[in-house]
């Protein structure tokens, strides 16, 4: 008597692999989607905390962008992180609002699992999105703000 395996026997060891795979990956999709969201919220907590330093530092005023932050004095940041929702080919960094010109309101936001979040304010100085799936900090709230 021959020993193996018949090929039925193997095409249900093939079926059951294929089976908790198609199970697996879902999951790990959900899995990146969690860390990067994770990700996203600490890196914008930093980045909170560095306008709040060149607040300080530089006579009560918010800087027009980011990258201001990179060649403040003194020094505050060295990199400014980049949005771990977009594409790893094309870098973006966060998106970076103020309500207006010498205005003390500002929001940092990511693209969100989408990539299409982008945060502004309306008249009222009242932070809005375009996107349910955006990530954001400011010093302003959803609400109506004095």
């Known amino acids: 008597m021959k020993k193996g395996f018949t090929i039925l026997e193997l095409l249900v060891v093939i ?19 969690e860390g990067n969201i994770a990700k996203a ?10 306008l ?13 962008g980011l990258a201001t932050l990179t ?4 020094a505050i940041l060295t990199t400014i992180p980049n949005d771990p929702f977009n594409s790893a080919a094309v ?3 966060y998106g970076y609002v103020r309500a207006g010109t010498g ?17 502004s304010f309306t008249a ?16 302003a709230s959803q609400d109506s703000v004095p």
Request: aromatic share 10%; charged share 10%; with cysteine.
């Open 15 to 33: 079926m059951v692999i294929s089976i908790l795979i198609g199970i697996a990956l879902p999951r790990f999709k959900g899995m990146q989607d």
């Open 41 to 50: 919220k600490g890196e914008l907590r930093t980045l909170q905390v560095a």
């Open 52 to 64: 709040e330093s060149y607040y300080i530092h530089n006579a009560n005023a918010y800087p027009t």
């Open 71 to 74: 060649a403040a004095t003194p």
């Open 91 to 93: 870098a973006t960094a």
């Open 103 to 119: 205005s003390k309101f500002y929001v940092i936001f990511s693209g969100g699992i989408n990539a299409t979040c982008v945060a």
């Open 124 to 139: 009222s100085n009242v932070v809005s999105e375009t996107d349910t799936s955006c990530i954001y900090v400011s010093n």
